[in-house]
C-alpha cells in the first residue's frame, strides 16, 4: 500500500469502506482526497459496515 493513492488502490470499491482520515506521525489529516498517497506506518481511519471494517482489518496490516 505505502506511496500507492487511494485512488490507484480503488480503495473504496476493494474494501468497501471509506478513509474518512489518515493518522501519521501523531498528525491527523482529516482533508482526503483519491490523490491522498498512503505512506508506511500510516494508520487509516475509515467508515463502513461493521463487518467490511473487521474483513478489511484481517485482510490488510494497517
Given at each position: 500500500?505505502?506511496?500507492?493513492?487511494?485512488?490507484?488502490?480503488?480503495?473504496?470499491?476493494?474494501?468497501?469502506?471509506?478513509?474518512?482520515?489518515?493518522?501519521?506521525?501523531?498528525?491527523?489529516?482529516?482533508?482526503?482526497?483519491?490523490?491522498?498517497?498512503?505512506?508506511?506506518?500510516?494508520?487509516?481511519?475509515?467508515v463502513g459496515f461493521?463487518?467490511?471494517?473487521?474483513e478489511l482489518k484481517?485482510?490488510?496490516?494497517?
Amino acid at each position: 500500500l505505502s506511496g500507492c493513492t487511494l485512488a490507484e488502490l480503488h480503495f473504496r470499491q476493494k474494501h468497501g469502506v471509506t478513509v474518512v482520515g489518515i493518522r501519521r506521525n501523531g498528525e491527523n489529516i482529516t482533508t482526503i482526497t483519491p490523490s491522498q498517497q498512503i505512506m508506511a506506518g500510516d494508520c487509516l481511519i475509515v467508515v463502513g459496515f461493521a463487518d467490511r471494517v473487521k474483513e478489511l482489518k484481517m485482510q490488510e496490516p494497517l
